[in-house]
Structure formats: structure tokens, C-alpha cells
């Protein structure tokens, strides 16, 4: 099969399409035929060598985590996925491998996706929709009636928080470029906030704060989070509470459930899937490189079977 590969930790330009041995499932293992995969900052970060302390990956290193596909063998005591499924999955980012024609994973790390959706839909979930869905629910226990603000509301996080924040019956506001404004409200976001000519922190406290962007956002968010209120950072691992407020770090690893649940929105027509950009499996360097950038609208998605 063939997979992207780095040699070294370093510019992304140096992803390289390579031959690579076809991954044998273990007994209860199955091998995902991988049609489509989604790139995040994540692997950007590894990529170039930013991450190592937190995921030691090894060289030659294969990016991506978020994939989906076909199973196409299965191993004996595999169990609840079978041949011929339609799949979306995570990959453990310190093996990576997502970029690449073929993966093994635990069927507990699968969900089975409906025909409705496609290859390209469900490989932008686990990670994007994973981090949002954690980051609201199980970090900041949004409530309904509670007013949120989301940083980066046009990104593959933001886009999946603003739509669950807003169906979890909270007050959203979210932050994006003027051209982004528009998606922003289609998404649900009640307030949409130009970050480059609005001034957010002059909008009333928020019980919680979602923040993408670190830095001066971050430090600005302090400003219009409420007494009791929870400023949640997925970008910041220092934050501390502050004056009664609490700051807490975001740090998302489990991505099965909220994947079933995204995939049961999704049934239900309550869930868009804002796709950038695709890509194809031999421009994966150029796909990381949009991500990179720091202003992809929604998921950046490579086709790898086609
Ligand atoms: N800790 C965790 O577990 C965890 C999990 C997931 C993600 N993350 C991190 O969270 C960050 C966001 O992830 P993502 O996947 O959502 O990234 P992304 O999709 O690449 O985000 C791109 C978006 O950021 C927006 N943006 C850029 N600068 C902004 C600013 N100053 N204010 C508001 N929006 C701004 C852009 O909007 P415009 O184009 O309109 O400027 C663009 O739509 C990344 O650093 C990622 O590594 C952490």
C-alpha cells in the first residue's frame, strides 16, 4: 500500500507519498481500507516536530488520526465490526497513520456510518467534532440558558461547538473573520463577532469561553468571563483559575462516543459538516499547509482512494 510518510520532524512540504508493508490485523483487530482523512492543527504541530513531549511519535512517522473507510479483513476475535462496514475512526496521534491507503485499528475505536454520509463527512468528525463536544460538555458542563462565546467559530472545532452549544439551548456568540460572519448564524451562533473589528471583550460576561486561539485572545477572554464562569483552553496548558473564575486546560482523547453521537445528529439532520477543501491523496503536503495557515473554513479533508 502506500502511505504519507516524514523522514524527519520538519517542514510539511517534506511529506512524502512511500511504499509501506499492508498493516495485518491482530486477533481482535480489523484493517480499515482508508477512503478519506481529515487534517488537524494536531498533526500540523507533530509534523514539525512541536509535539513530542506529549506524543512521541516515531520515524518515519505517517500523519493523521481521523480517518474512514471499508473494513476489509477482520481479526478472529474482532467481534462487533465486520468485513465490508463503512467506518469513521481516531487514530492514537503518537502512531498516527490516517494518511495512507490502509490502517489496522480496535473495532472499539470504529463507528459504523450510515449510507446517507459520506467518506469525506465522517472522516472530519472524530477529532473536530470529539474536541468540541468534550470541551462544552464534559470540561465546561454547559447548561442551557448559560451564554457561551466561541473563539474560532469558523474552524473544525468551533463549527461542531456553535451548533452544540446552540442545540444544548445556550446564548452563543462566536468569533471568526468578517467573511466567516454569515456561517457563524448559519450554524447557529446567535451573535457572530468580526475578531479583526469587533471588540469581543466589550459584549456582557459569558458563563463559559471556549478558546482556540491562545495568546491575546485568551488573555482578553478573562475580561468578559463572569464571576463562577469557566474559560476552557485547548490550546493553553498553563491556564490557571483567576479571581474566582476557573481557567482549565482542554485535553481531548477519546473520540468513539462523541463520534456515535455525531453520526446519530447527523441521522437526524441536525448536524452540518463544513468541508474547506479536499484534497488528493498525493497534495497531502498541501493539505497540512492549509490547516497550517490558520484559516481553514470548517475541515480540510484528503481523498485517499481517489
Ligand atoms: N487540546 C485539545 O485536546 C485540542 C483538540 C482539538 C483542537 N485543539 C487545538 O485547537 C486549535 C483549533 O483547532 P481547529 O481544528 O478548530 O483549528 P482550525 O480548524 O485550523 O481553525 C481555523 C479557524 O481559526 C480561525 N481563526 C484564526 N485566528 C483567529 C482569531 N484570532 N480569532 C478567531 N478565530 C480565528 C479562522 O477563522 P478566519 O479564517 O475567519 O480567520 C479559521 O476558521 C488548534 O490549535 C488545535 O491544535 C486542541
Known sequence: MQAAMIQRFGPHAEVAIEQAALP?????????????????????????????????????????????????AAGPLAGSVKVGDRVAGRSDPVRGGAFAQAIVAHPDALVVIPSAMSYEQAAALPSAFGSAHHA?????????????????????????????????????SATASAANLGLLRELGADDAIDYRADDFTRLPAFDVILDTVGGATLERSWQVLRQGGILASLVDFTIAPRDGRRGTSVFFTEATAALKQAVALFGAGKLEIVIDSLYAFDE??????????????????????R
Open 24 to 72: 495485518v490485523p491482530g486477533a481482535q483487530e480489523v484493517v480499515v481500507r482508508i477512503e478519506a482523512a481529515a487534517v488537524n492543527p494536531l498533526d500540523v504541530k507533530i509534523v514539525a516536530g512541536h509535539m513530542g513531549q506529549v506524543f512521541p511519535a516515531e520515524l518515519p512517522y505517517t500523519p493523521g488520526c481521523d480517518f474512514s473507510g471499508v473494513v476489509t
Open 136 to 172: 462544552l460538555f464534559d470540561v465546561a458542563a454547559l447548561r442551557a440558558g448559560q451564554r457561551v462565546l466561541i473563539h474560532a467559530g469558523a474552524g473544525g472545532v468551533g463549527s461542531f461547538a456553535i451548533q452544540l452549544a446552540s442545540q444544548a439551548g445556550a446564548r452563543v
Open 284 to 305: 497531502t503536503g498541501a493539505a497540512l499547509a492549509k490547516v497550517a495557515s490558520g484559516h481553514a473554513r470548517g475541515k480540510v479533508v484528503i481523498r485517499i482512494m
